[in-house]
């Protein structure tokens, strides 16, 4: 069985029905791609998987359990985490204290004084952990906004990655980020494949097809393709998107 499931999703906000039908799963382990045009609903199915929005019928299974329905904290405390499309950091601090703030054992502490913090080592060995897992540990103690847009971008995976999720959700990982970036974030979704089942929204198709083992494409709020890159390779609108993107690059 799957380790998450979308079944027969949909989801309108007032008379515009955004999301149809949509039925999706993700195996653990695996990195699974969901792509389509803009305003197909990507960014909607994306929140009610995560459970930002209710959806209006269907239901959302994560590990054998039904999450719709349940608020966005809870499903996060059950283990499922995500990255926002916008960067969402304290920048006004250092870079450790993003992902210490992130920790279960931060929680469990119910520390209040950002002090207390910095002199429990639990937690700062915990945060250097996560910190090492995206290659930023030697950038631990420098001030958050000092950091370049595509470690800000590391960053904001470490702080879903510190929750400890089973399943890591990432919303348009390469936005905004150069070739090289992206070419780094790359590398990194390689090195947290081996720790968690991914599932990103994707725009830059080279970097999909890459890493997913699967993709779904989503379009006028349905699947209307799905598979590994290579059978998708052949879909008509994947060629058409690829081209396109060929002749703009
Ligand atoms: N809260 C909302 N209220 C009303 N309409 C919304 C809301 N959220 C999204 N929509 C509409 O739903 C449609 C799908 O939007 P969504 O952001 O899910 O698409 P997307 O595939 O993620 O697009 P993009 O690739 O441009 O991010 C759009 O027409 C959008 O205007």
């Given at each position: 069985?799957a380790?998450?499931?979308?079944?027969?999703?949909?989801k309108?906000?007032g008379?515009?029905?955004?999301?149809?039908n949509i039925?999706?799963?993700?195996e653990?382990?695996?990195?699974?791609?969901?792509?389509?045009?803009n305003?197909?609903?990507k960014?909607t199915?994306?929140?009610?998987?995560?459970?930002?929005?209710r959806?209006d019928?269907?239901?959302?299974v994560f590990?054998g359990?039904?999450?719709?329905?349940?608020p966005?904290?809870r499903?996060?405390?059950?283990?499922?985490?995500?990255?926002?499309?916008?960067?969402?950091l304290f920048?006004?601090?250092?870079v450790?204290?993003?992902?210490?703030?992130?920790?279960?054992?931060f929680?469990?502490r119910?520390?209040h004084?950002?002090?207390?913090?910095?002199?429990?080592?639990?937690?700062?060995?915990?945060?250097l952990?996560v910190?090492d897992?995206?290659?930023?540990a030697?950038?631990?103690?420098?001030?958050?906004?000092?950091?370049?847009?595509?470690?800000?971008r590391?960053?904001e995976?470490?702080v879903a990655v510190?929750a400890?999720?089973?399943?890591?959700?990432?919303?348009?990982p390469?936005?905004?980020?150069?070739?090289?970036?992206?070419?780094?974030?790359?590398?990194l979704?390689k090195?947290?494949?081996?720790?968690?089942?991914?599932?990103?929204i994707?725009?830059d198709?080279?970097?999909?097809?890459?890493?997913a083992d699967?993709?779904?494409?989503?379009h006028?709020?349905?699947v209307?393709a799905?598979?590994t890159?290579?059978?998708?390779?052949?879909?008509?609108?994947?060629r058409?998107?690829?081209?396109a993107e060929?002749?703009?690059a």
């Open positions: 069985m380790l998450f499931e979308a079944r027969n999703i949909h309108r906000f008379s515009r029905v955004v999301l149809e039925s999706l799963s993700f653990a382990g695996q990195v699974s791609g969901i792509m389509g045009p305003g197909a609903g960014s199915c994306f929140h009610v998987l995560t459970g930002q929005h959806p019928r269907g239901e959302v590990d359990q039904r999450i719709s329905g349940l966005p904290q499903i996060a405390r059950m283990g499922v985490s995500r990255s926002f499309q916008l960067m969402n920048d006004d601090t250092v450790i204290e993003n992902v210490m703030l992130a920790l279960p054992a929680r469990r119910r520390l004084a950002m002090s207390a913090v910095f002199s429990d080592s639990v937690l700062i060995d915990r945060a952990a910190l897992q995206v290659g930023l030697a950038r631990a103690w420098d001030a958050a906004a000092s950091l370049s847009y595509g470690d800000r590391a960053l995976i470490a510190a400890e999720p089973r399943i890591l959700f990432l919303d348009e390469t936005s905004g980020l150069g070739a090289e970036a992206t070419r780094r974030l790359a590398l979704v090195r947290l494949r081996e720790r968690y089942t991914i599932v990103m994707e725009h198709m080279r970097f999909l097809f890459e890493l699967k993709i779904s494409v989503i006028w709020g349905q209307i799905e598979g890159p290579a059978q998708l390779g052949d879909n008509k609108w994947v058409r998107s690829t081209l060929a002749t703009h």
